[in-house]
């Protein structure tokens, strides 16, 4: 844990770049709990978790996520409702999401998570500047329960004090979703570039890393503080656990009203999250990828669009979107 941590912003292995992706997107759609990205401590190896689901295990293979078949004219575009972190029971897939993968002739993430440019893209963006630290910016008393926090995760301080409060907040939440047994290495995107490479198929990306995380950076300074207290609260909050085994025992039974109710609460939390960030990070980023997944549909080719499943559920969710721009969409 602490090697990795202390690593969160040097360039490291491929492999190493590619986790960190990972957990942006984990912590960034965890729409149970208040946050987005950062540093995780578990790395579980990508390879010998590409497992199809047989033919005839369509009964025995539990289903995972929310599958939906959309279609303009002859074309057809899988969506996929992912979950940024996991377990190691969640795999393989059910037989209907693998014959849609298979059936596809590329994988677009929200991130294209092999781009070499990541790594530096989140020392740029989340971390400070040469000179300028955690703990000169932030009041003694907030860096004083942050120092509480750091002891608790076993988080380095001379790691978290680079952490601009907005990147250290995603940490902490993501260490505690951890802690609860959840874990990036096992999120479902992980496991579809596995598939995606045992496959040969080409993966891209609906957005950069950039884009995800000026969500956050763009914050004034004193958003970000009150972000981090925010985590700070939610963390010694015994129902953060309670939230938290709702959103993935909705993705592990796929039922999509669970997401959606779960995606109702966060909406109606008081805190700067729910306020400041919810609509740009879950409604307007909707709008964006809705437009570029129609125009992957009307391609022509078959393709499988895997995003975060809260994106997809709701009013203003992306399957409502495409609806409304004249495709017909269908759940599997």
Same mark, same amino acid.
Request: aromatic residues 6%; neutral net charge.
């Given at each position: 844990?602490?090697?990795?941590?202390?690593?969160?912003?040097?360039?490291?292995?491929?492999?190493?770049?590619?986790?960190?992706?990972?957990?942006?997107?984990?912590?960034?759609?965890?729409?149970?709990?208040?946050?987005?990205?950062?540093?995780?401590?578990?790395?579980?190896?990508?390879?010998?978790?590409?497992?199809?689901?047989?033919?005839?295990?369509?009964?025995?293979?539990?289903?995972?996520?929310?599958?939906?078949?959309?279609?303009?004219?002859?074309?057809?575009?899988?969506?996929?409702?992912?979950?940024?972190?996991?377990?190691?029971?969640?795999?393989?897939?059910?037989?209907?999401?693998?014959?849609?993968?298979?059936?596809?002739?590329?994988?677009?993430?929200?991130?294209?998570?092999?781009?070499?440019?990541?790594?530096?893209?989140?020392?740029?963006?989340?971390?400070?500047?040469?000179?300028?630290?955690?703990?000169?910016?932030?009041?003694?008393?907030?860096?004083?329960?942050?120092?509480?926090?750091?002891?608790?995760?076993?988080?380095?301080?001379?790691?978290?004090?680079?952490?601009?409060?907005?990147?250290?907040?995603?940490?902490?939440?993501?260490?505690?979703?951890?802690?609860?047994?959840?874990?990036?290495?096992?999120?479902?995107?992980?496991?579809?570039?596995?598939?995606?490479?045992?496959?040969?198929?080409?993966?891209?990306?609906?957005?950069?890393?950039?884009?995800?995380?000026?969500?956050?950076?763009?914050?004034?300074?004193?958003?970000?503080?009150? %972000?981090?207290? *925010? =985590? !700070?609260?939610? +963390?010694? @909050?015994? &129902?953060? $656990? #309670?939230?938290? /085994?709702?959103?993935?025992?909705?993705?592990?039974?796929?039922?999509?009203?669970?997401?959606?109710?779960?995606?109702?609460?966060?909406?109606?939390?008081?805190?700067? %999250?729910?306020? *400041? =960030? !919810?609509?740009? +990070?879950? @409604?307007? &980023?909707? $709008? #964006?990828?809705? /437009?570029?997944?129609?125009?992957?549909?009307?391609?022509?080719?078959?393709?499988?669009?895997?995003?975060?499943?809260?994106?997809?559920?709701?009013?203003?969710?992306?399957?409502?979107?495409?609806?409304?721009?004249?495709?017909?969409?269908?759940?599997?």
């Amino acid at each position: 844990m602490r090697a990795l941590l202390e690593s969160v912003f040097r360039r490291r292995t491929p492999l190493a770049a590619l986790l960190r992706a990972a957990v942006a997107i984990a912590a960034a759609l965890l729409l149970a709990l208040p946050g987005s990205a950062a540093a995780q401590a578990t790395v579980a190896p990508v390879q010998g978790r590409s497992q199809l689901a047989r033919e005839g295990d369509a009964e025995v293979v539990p289903r995972r996520g929310i599958l939906y078949e959309v279609k303009s004219g002859p074309a057809t575009l899988y969506l996929f409702g992912t979950l940024h972190v996991g377990k190691p029971d969640f795999y393989p897939l059910d037989a209907r999401t693998n014959r849609a993968f298979a059936a596809s002739s590329a994988l677009y993430l929200e991130l294209n998570l092999a781009e070499a440019s990541l790594a530096q893209t989140a020392t740029e963006l989340a971390a400070y500047p040469q000179g300028s630290s955690l703990d000169r910016a932030l009041p003694p008393a907030l860096m004083a329960r942050v120092d509480a926090a750091l002891v608790r995760y076993q988080v380095p301080r001379d790691a978290a004090v680079r952490m601009k409060p907005w990147m250290l907040g995603q940490t902490l939440l993501l260490l505690e979703a951890a802690r609860s047994g959840y874990s990036p290495a096992f999120a479902t995107e992980i496991h579809l570039l596995g598939l995606a490479a045992a496959q040969a198929k080409e993966v891209r990306g609906l957005e950069t890393l950039a884009e995800q995380f000026a969500i956050f950076d763009q914050m004034p300074e004193a958003g970000q503080q009150r %972000f981090l207290a *925010d =985590v !700070l609260d939610a +963390l010694d @909050d015994p &129902r953060l $656990r #309670t939230h938290l /085994d709702a959103l993935v025992g909705a993705w592990a039974n796929a039922d999509a009203r669970g997401l959606e109710d779960e995606l109702a609460r966060e909406r109606a939390e008081g805190t700067t %999250f729910a306020r *400041d =960030v !919810l609509p740009r +990070l879950v @409604d307007a &980023r909707n $709008r #964006t990828m809705a /437009d570029k997944i129609a125009e992957i549909a009307r391609s022509g080719q078959t393709t499988f669009v895997a995003v975060g499943a809260l994106h997809l559920v709701g009013a203003e969710g992306i399957v409502a979107l495409l609806r409304a721009r004249g495709f017909t969409v269908r759940a599997l």
